[in-house]
């Protein structure tokens, strides 16, 4: 028997940096010290203390009809009506019948990603945005361009927008998709009707998917959603747009994604009989969470106000903090969990995120994390309870006042 090489031959795409990252290990070691660390990175909303149906939730886990395994590709036609009535009600046309299950988005990003792409090939993302994509890209052997999100002020007000110009530059023949979120995390930025025009326009020039990972379109700032733009219903392009319990129940564990096919008749009959295919390989979501759905999207309102509730108080106790502090800007957002700020450009975003962890107690997420162009920014989740999220603030302001007084 040979030995076994010291370097197992393991696939180049595992290749990833093992050691832990600077911040990590000190906040690992802070918390072994025994420091009460505020953590206002928490984005896991069963562990933010909010009150769930609890009963309502768990009956429909424990009823008879979970013990009968009878498959469906697509996933069970009553759940994905379920879908299409939670769309009705946000006045959305969406029928079951363009509607796919996955067990989460990050597994459906990975089987559009299997339907689009040859190894080698590209796709557009946008920057700054959620980390996970990196490995999502080098998983489906695919390459990762981005496009710049860029804040600007105009009237005053501060606003994100895409930089259209940029994302036409970064298109190449291999190019398959664009990914937008919508709203984009952590930006919190919704797509533009204008820039959806544009975008179409684009797609349709090279032959090019929009995928459009909407998880957040629960969480706007605005009464009623009425400046969101969801593609659902966009048909000019083969068009990919996901949701799911993740975020819209803020049940991550129960692990049940969808994603709704829109575009050119023809394109989007093909591409939901091969998406049928990938699917069927997996059967990937289970039956007991699939049989809830219909009674788990109706307490959707209910779960959805108890969050916004906290995600805005959290953010209005921010921005009356910051508008006496000069120092710092607090960046405007449309919707979802995160607000971002901009720090004085006294210390580099690292000494500032380090210095908050070692001297306050307070970790917070750095915008390098997200990928942003430029520094210092730092990222705050908005789902913590309140006292916690205030405590947390007031250290972090404070600190940087003694910083820049000093
Ligand atoms: C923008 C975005 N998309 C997708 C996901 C992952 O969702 P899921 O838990 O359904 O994989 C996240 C998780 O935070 C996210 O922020």
Not at 365 to 393: A, C, K, M, R
């Amino acid at each position: 028997m040979t030995p076994m090489s010291k370097e197992y031959p393991f696939a180049k795409r595992t290749d990833w940096e093992m050691t832990q990252n600077e911040l990590i290990s000190q906040l690992d070691e802070a918390r072994k010290s025994g420091k009460d660390i505020i953590d206002l990175t928490e984005s896991n909303p069963t562990r933010c203390q909010f009150s769930y149906p609890k009963e309502k939730i768990l009956k429909k886990l424990s009823a008879a009809q979970n013990i009968l395994y009878d498959p469906s590709p697509r996933g069970n036609l009553s759940a994905r009506q379920a879908i299409a009535q939670y769309y009705k009600n946000k006045h959305w046309n969406v029928s079951p019948g363009q509607i796919f299950l996955s067990a989460s988005t990050s597994e459906a990003y990975t089987f559009l990603f299997r339907l689009l792409t040859n190894p080698g090939e590209r796709v557009l993302f946008p920057r700054p945005s959620y980390p996970l994509f990196e490995f999502l890209v080098g998983l489906n052997d695919i390459k990762m361009d981005t496009y710049p999100l860029v804040y600007h002020h105009r009237n005053g007000l501060g606003q994100w927008s895409l930089d259209l110009d940029a994302l036409r530059q970064e298109i190449q023949s291999t190019t398959k998709a664009i990914v937008l979120v919508n709203p984009n995390n952590p930006t919190g930025s919704f797509i533009k009707k204008h820039e959806l025009e544009e975008l179409n326009k684009i797609c349709a020039e090279y032959n090019i998917a929009l995928i459009s990972d909407e998880v957040f379109m629960d969480y706007s700032f605005q009464k009623n959603n009425s400046k969101a733009v969801s593609l659902v219903e966009n048909h000019k392009v083969l068009t990919f747009t996901m949701g799911g319990l993740s975020k819209t129940l803020a049940l991550p564990q129960m692990k049940l994604s969808w994603i709704i096919v829109n575009g050119p008749e023809q394109i989007v009959s093909q591409a939901s009989e091969r998406l049928e295919i990938i699917l069927d390989t997996y059967l990937s979501v289970n039956t007991p969470v699939q049989n809830a759905l219909d009674e788990w999207l109706a307490l959707q309102p209910e779960i959805n106000k108890n969050i916004l509730d906290r995600v805005m108080a959290n953010r209005q106790f921010l921005v009356e903090q910051i508008r006496d502090f000069p120092a710092c800007e607090f960046l405007e957002a449309e919707g979802g969990w995160y607000a971002i700020i901009q720090l004085p450009p006294e210390r580099t975003e690292e000494t500032w995120i380090l210095d908050f962890l070692n001297e306050d107690h307070v970790f917070v997420h750095p915008g390098y994390f997200f990928d942003f162009l430029e520094e210092p920014y730092i990222v705050v989740s908005l789902l913590p309870p309140v006292g916690q999220f205030q405590t947390g603030i007031r250290r972090v302001l404070m600190r940087i006042r003694s910083t820049v007084n000093a």
